[in-house]
């Protein structure tokens, strides 16, 4: 019998939403992990602290910066494998500052990728890809209004946008993870390394701290506990797939337990046609779900804002057997209890003094 590889998991971006999920799932399952985090997102500290308080010894985190090659090395050095979620996550800061957002999302994941090539090459790496490298994907002629969404005219996208969609990166963010998504693939084909693209939609769930610029769905249920008003970018008919965190760990932990399969290979993850929601459709919900009335105003579209976009999950789920689990009805309700947990109590004591 093989005797268990007992050296660290690596994830970058371990603080973060998906990060500390997948961490917390690694070293529930008996996995050691090496957490590589600069702590620049507001609230990550407190998910650093939740891995700790659960794991103790089991996950060890190093304050770091991908954009500084060195401690990345160290960290890469004596992995088992790399998961790479470290990033600059929202688009309006790639476009207010996109050498920042370039330095972080593509030299950071280059960094990351010489580590492994040159210091540990037979490491697993996966990435943290997103929708936003297939850019706006389809024309306003190519899209109509059903109730309170859009949908697209042709049935050939009922199940969704495919691996096969041109690339067409759009926004400073999609340019700086399509570099990086494009590189991380490029490295299996040019030198072997074992790496895996995931492609994600729009994920949500606990842990998440969502705001007007990334986590649309937490930043949603959040205000509407709050009472706070929202601001609706576009028209609020824009389509999305939302995937619960738990279901998107289960996906990653597939491709890295089967790397043998996933090597070499993109995959789009998200919570495909059944999980589809318009942000308007979204804010029915979360008023059934809260019993609050969810003000809100509408803006102008931000750049390369996508009027649809649904996964099509099908080349997961053929190689890896993945399907999602968890409804959004379902998922909603989770995130609303970890939310209501989080922060609803201290904004009731704000509103009582
Ligand atoms: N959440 C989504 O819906 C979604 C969709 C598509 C892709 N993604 C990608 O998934 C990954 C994780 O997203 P998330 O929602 O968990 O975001 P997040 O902001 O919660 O997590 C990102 C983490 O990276 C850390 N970080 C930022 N810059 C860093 C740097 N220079 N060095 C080290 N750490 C740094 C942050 O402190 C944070 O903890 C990102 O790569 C993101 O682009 C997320």
């Known amino acids: 019998m093989s005797e268990r590889d007992n050296r660290h998991v690596l994830v970058t971006g371990g603080c973060g939403f998906i990060g500390c999920n997948l961490a917390d799932r690694l070293a529930d399952r008996g996995d050691r992990v090496l957490v590589l985090d600069n702590l620049a997102r507001a609230g990550v500290r407190e998910n650093a602290q939740w891995l700790?308080?659960?794991?103790?010894?089991?996950?060890?985190?190093?304050?770091?910066?991908?954009?500084?090659?060195?401690?990345?090395?160290?960290?890469?050095?004596?992995?088992?494998?790399?998961?790479?979620?470290?990033?600059?996550?929202?688009?309006?800061?790639s476009v207010s500052d996109p050498a920042a957002d370039f330095e972080i999302n593509a030299r950071g994941t280059l960094n990351v990728l010489e580590a492994v090539r040159l210091h540990n090459s037979a490491a697993p790496v996966i990435f943290a890809s997103t929708n936003k490298v297939y850019g706006r994907l389809i024309e306003d002629s190519e899209i109509a209004l059903r109730g309170r969404r859009y949908t697209p005219v042709s049935d050939l996208l009922s199940g969704g946008i495919s691996e096969s969609a041109p690339l067409d990166f759009y926004s400073p963010y999609g340019c700086s993870k399509g570099t990086a998504d494009q590189y991380v693939h490029d490295y299996s084909r040019v030198f072997g390394l074992q790496t895996a693209v995931m492609r994600m939609s729009c994920i949500y769930g606990p842990r998440q701290f969502g705001t007007e610029d990334q986590g649309w769905i937490a930043h949603f249920l959040l205000s509407a506990i709050r009472g706070n008003p929202l601001t609706i970018y576009g028209d609020g008919k824009q389509v999305r797939d939302a995937l619960h965190v738990s279901d998107a760990v289960n996906a990653w932990l597939a491709a890295l337990d089967h790397i043998a399969l996933a090597r070499g290979r993109v995959f789009n993850l998200g919570g495909g046609p059944a999980n589809a929601v318009s942000l308007l459709e979204l804010i029915d919900r979360i008023t059934e779900l809260t019993g609050r009335t969810v003000t809100y105003r509408f803006a102008d579209w931000r750049p390369g804002d996508q009027p649809w976009y649904v996964t099509d999950t099908q080349a997961l789920t053929a190689a890896l057997g993945w399907t999602p689990q968890v409804s959004l009805a379902e998922g909603l309700r989770s995130l609303h209890t970890w939310l209501d947990s989080r922060f609803g109590s201290q904004d009731r004591s704000e509103a009582l003094a």
Do not use: N, Y
């Open 52 to 93: 700790k308080s659960r794991h103790g010894d089991r996950i060890t985190i190093a304050v770091a910066d991908i954009r500084d090659p060195i401690p990345v090395i160290d960290a890469v050095r004596e992995a088992r494998a790399v998961l790479h979620l470290a990033a600059q996550v929202a688009v309006t800061d």
